[in-house]
């Protein structure tokens, strides 16, 4: 599986920028010479024709390539008077298939003749000493990295990542001077060892039932030894729980006893001479012993399960043979060694079970240990104290509600003091106001029932209101009906 093109950039940028600051403390000191030229190059146009010839013109996928960058710095020497001399040349160059990265994004490692040919570019000058130092983002084969490419007058050095989150930096020649190694590994000490910080801060489980051992954490980041202890002695020196030990020529990182804040805790000469005639000691001390004794028996657990997966690998192997023959005198002969193998892994998984009971047992008494200090630190009141400290708070707290109370009058008559009485009669006309407005018969719903009636009400004035007013006629004389008899019959 090949490299992506973002990453052989990223690995192209934090080369250069890692050993040009190399370069820059390596002047006047393993780099000879008083005077410097330094000259910066790269192949950008040779990408952006592989780009044209597949089709390719976006800008940013130009910006995402590597571009193949180098750094050339010549050393000078002052000769007589007004002339300089040579004294050597140091190269920091990047190597990356373009072509491939060009047409599909990724690609794969770097071979010998593609090798060969960019250490016979970087060679301009034989005569004067060379240091090579070719970074391959995606890594070399092996061809390439087991090749002797040195000559009489360079030194070549072949650096790619190791895919740890370090580099790893191989001579392609013999007797190569370390310092050279170093000039050209980008990732300086003081990260190593804040790799070291990470690797434990990740592995911080392991501390809590036993221990890491640098020659397991070097193997791991493939860093050198003396780079994890020195990053083991920096992070115990940060934790004071963490503690740094050898044990039959390991160095240890355990996790032990913390140290009281206040202390050691003075103490007379009847309790001194009291604890050294009683068995009782200090719990601190106790639980480093322990720790560091469970550390290392975690250490042979791990190697002896290290030793039952290899067994494993073996027994499968043979049984697969043992399949795979055709005849029973080989079957018979890989049946014993299978046996063989089968009660080594018997015996040794006795061992480790034995000693998980063991850690497990120590386990235990760190943890008892560990509560009685966590109990003496503390350093809790007695219950005569936490009685008169809860009466004081109750003191405390009547004092303060009954001066919160008397400060609340205090505050209302300053108010009823700042009113005059035409402000007071002025307020109760607004009070008044207000009454009457709150009085007031608020509109409520209309019912269908009351708009029916209004409604006729309104038709009936509207026809009382549409009619014309009567004349009032005049009274008629109605005259009196005469007897017909007459006055006579009056």
Request: a negative charge; one cysteine or more.
């Amino acid at each position: 599986m090949g490299t992506d093109a973002s990453k052989a950039l990223q690995f192209e940028t934090d080369f250069l920028s890692g050993v040009d600051s190399n370069l820059e403390d390596a002047k006047g000191k393993d780099l000879k010479g008083s005077h410097w030229k330094r000259a910066d190059d790269d192949e950008s146009d040779r990408l952006r024709a592989l780009l044209a010839a597949n089709r390719v013109y976006d800008r940013d996928k130009l910006k995402s390539l590597p571009s193949n960058r180098k750094i050339v710095l010549q050393g000078f020497a002052r000769k007589m008077l007004f002339w300089r001399k040579r004294t050597g040349v140091a190269i920091a160059s990047v190597l990356s298939p373009l072509d491939e990265f060009a047409k599909s994004g990724s690609a794969g490692p770097i071979g010998l003749g593609e090798l060969g040919d960019h250490v016979r570019k970087l060679l301009t000058d034989r005569r004067s000493p060379h240091l090579i130092g070719i970074c391959a983002p995606t890594g070399f084969t092996e061809e390439a990295r087991s090749a002797k490419l040195d000559t009489a007058n360079s030194t070549v050095v072949l650096v790619e990542p190791d895919g740890m989150g370090g580099w790893k930096a191989t001579a392609s020649g013999e007797n190569v001077d370390p310092r050279v190694l170093k000039i050209f590994d980008p990732e300086g000490s003081k990260q190593k060892v804040e790799r070291v910080r990470e690797i434990i801060a990740d592995r911080s489980t392991d501390l809590l039932t036993g221990g890491i051992s640098v020659s397991q954490l070097a193997k791991e980041a493939n860093l050198p030894e003396n780079v994890v202890q020195e990053g083991f002695e920096k992070v115990a020196a940060d934790d004071p729980e963490l503690r740094v030990a050898k044990k039959g020529g390991e160095f240890l990182l355990y996790r032990g006893a913390a140290e009281q804040q206040g202390g050691k805790r003075s103490m007379n000469m009847i309790d001194r001479v009291r604890r050294l005639f009683s068995g009782e000691g200090n719990e601190a001390e106790k639980i480093n012993m322990l720790s560091e004794r469970r550390a290392a028996l975690s250490q042979r657990r791990d190697r002896i399960y290290d030793d039952i997966t290899k067994l494993e690998v073996k027994e499968a192997g043979l049984v697969a043979d043992g399949k795979a023959a055709g005849s029973s005198v080989p079957r018979r002969r890989l049946a014993a060694q299978v046996a063989q193998l089968r009660k080594d892994i018997a015996r040794q998984n006795t061992t480790a079970g034995m000693l998980n009971q063991q850690i497990n047992i120590i386990s235990t008494d760190i943890h008892n240990l560990t509560l009685i200090q966590q109990g003496e630190i503390a350093q809790l009141p007695d219950t005569e104290e936490l009685t008169e400290n809860a009466v004081k708070a109750e003191e405390m707290l009547e004092t303060l509600n009954a001066d919160a109370a008397l400060v609340g009058s205090l505050e209302t008559g300053l108010e009823a003091s700042l009113v005059s009485a035409d402000e007071l009669a002025i307020l109760k006309e607004f009070e008044g106001d207000d009454v009457k407005a709150a009085e007031a018969p608020a509109p409520g719903p209309v019912s269908k029932e009351s708009e029916k009636a209004s409604l006729v009400k309104e038709s009936d004035s509207a026809v009382v209101d549409s009619t014309e007013p009567i004349e009032e006629l005049p009274p008629t004389q109605v005259e009196p009906e005469r007897d017909q008899a007459g006055p006579e019959a009056s």
